[in-house]
């Protein structure tokens, strides 16, 4: 991928992309062009057969701080249409995240506030270092974090979202882990990175076609109550990757074994 971004930094090293927003100067806050280029670099990573798993992190002192006050203003002043519009640029940008087929990791030190929340919340997984702090902020401001609202959900539950999307409390990173938001809290910049090189290195031991599937059974199956129809449905995807030839190399080289084809070569 060559495109060049504005407000981006896609940065390559064997199967990983680490997709660094860089507005630091005004701490990674969304605006038109970071949404739009966001929603394109993850469009073109996924079409990427050479990209196995996706980094979300942000350059300066904070991960993302939301939207951009000054855009959100300027967009309320707008037409009706317009908008709608640009809000749905924003809801479509955040689904495409949470939709990737590859795995994705938020990398969050700093801010994650309102939008930067979404975007933390829409990845696989989270990793944190301890000087984190998250907030569903909009209320503060006469909004509701409305377009982030499905992946916070899922990140934290029902009962926490009545919490923190009413009071829209600072939650800091000890909180966000102990809530389920970040899967691994660490120390420093140092250690977040250690932390997502071991979490890298096991998704590159996976194969990529059972990753994606596994990605959409969860997608399929996630509060539905275990009916005949979710029987039947997960009968037949685990049927249907038995037959791949990626279900036949991986189980060929774990009974012979060896590494499976797609795994990094020492």
Not at 66 to 79: C, R
Not at 116 to 145: N, Q, W, Y
């Amino acid at each position: 991928m060559n495109t060049t971004f504005d407000t981006l930094e896609i940065a390559r090293s064997g199967g990983v992309a680490t997709v660094w927003m860089n507005r630091p100067d005004k701490h990674n806050a969304f605006n038109e062009t970071l949404i739009a280029e966001l929603d394109a670099a993850f469009a073109q990573l996924d079409a990427d057969d050479s990209v196995r798993v996706v980094v979300l992190a942000g350059r300066g002192k904070s991960f993302s701080a939301g939207a951009d006050l000054n855009w959100m203003k300027s967009q309320g002043e707008a037409s009706e249409a317009a908008n709608v519009a640009d809000a749905r640029k924003l809801a479509d940008m955040l689904a495409r995240l949470a939709t990737l087929t590859k795995p994705t990791i938020a990398r969050v030190h700093g801010a994650a506030l309102g939008g930067g929340m979404g975007l933390a919340s829409a990845c696989d997984i989270c990793v944190a270092s301890h000087r984190a702090v998250f907030a569903t902020s909009e209320v503060k401001f006469g909004l509701t974090p409305a377009t982030i609202s499905p992946y916070v959900l899922r990140a934290i539950g029902l009962r926490q979202a009545h919490r923190y999307f009413l009071t829209a409390e600072r939650i800091d990173a000890a909180r966000a882990h102990a809530l389920g938001l970040v899967h691994e809290l660490v120390g420093d910049e140092t250690a977040l990175d250690a932390t997502l090189a071991e979490l890298v290195a096991a998704i590159l031991l996976g194969g990529p076609m059972s990753q994606a599937a596994a990605k959409d059974l969860i997608r399929a199956v996630a509060h539905q109550p275990v009916t005949e129809a979710v029987l039947d449905d997960t009968a037949r995807r685990i049927a249907a990757l038995r037959a791949t030839s990626e279900a036949k190399e991986g189980l060929s080289a774990f009974l012979d074994k060896r590494p499976p084809a797609w795994a990094p070569k020492d």
